[in-house]
Nanobody, 123 residues
Framework: QVQLVESGGGLVQAGGSLRLSCAASGRTLSSYGVGWFRQAPGKERDIVAGINSSGRSTYYADSVKGRFTISRDNAKNTVYLQMSNLKPEDTAVYYC????????????????WGQGTQVTVSS
């Protein structure tokens, strides 16, 4: 079992930055691909970014390309999502999820989920 805990969310003004962390326990995260998803009120949960177990392959949704960066520190068992130039439309609950080896862009592809962290961007 892998337990995931997100942190780093909060309230920020448009144009600001936040760094989310996804810390794992129970097993080493180095064997797992990780995805960051977000869900805004009344909307489906969508992929934001993904990173494979080695960190050599990443994915970004078009809406965040050039603004968000996913990275991982396997020594710390943590995956990060650096978010810059935030927009009000980035407001959502952000979740990290893990699956063996490679990330998936599909929500159904993941075995483990965190509880989420709220990000609110004011205009």
């Amino acid at each position: 079992q892998v337990q995931l805990v997100e942190s780093g969310g909060g309230l920020v003004q448009a144009g600001g930055s936040l760094r989310l962390s996804c810390a794992a326990s129970g097993r080493t995260l180095s064997s797992y691909g990780v995805g960051w998803f977000r869900q805004a009120p009344g909307k489906e949960r969508d992929i934001v970014a993904g990173i494979n177990s080695s960190g050599r392959s990443t994915y970004y949704a078009d809406s965040v390309k050039g603004r968000f960066t996913i990275s991982r520190d396997n020594a710390k068992n943590t995956v990060y999502l650096q978010m810059s130039n935030l927009k009000p439309e980035d407001t959502a609950v952000y979740y990290c999820a893990a699956r063996v080896s490679h990330y998936s862009i599909l929500e159904s592809g993941y075995d483990y989920w965190g509880q989420g962290t709220q990000v609110t961007v004011s205009s």
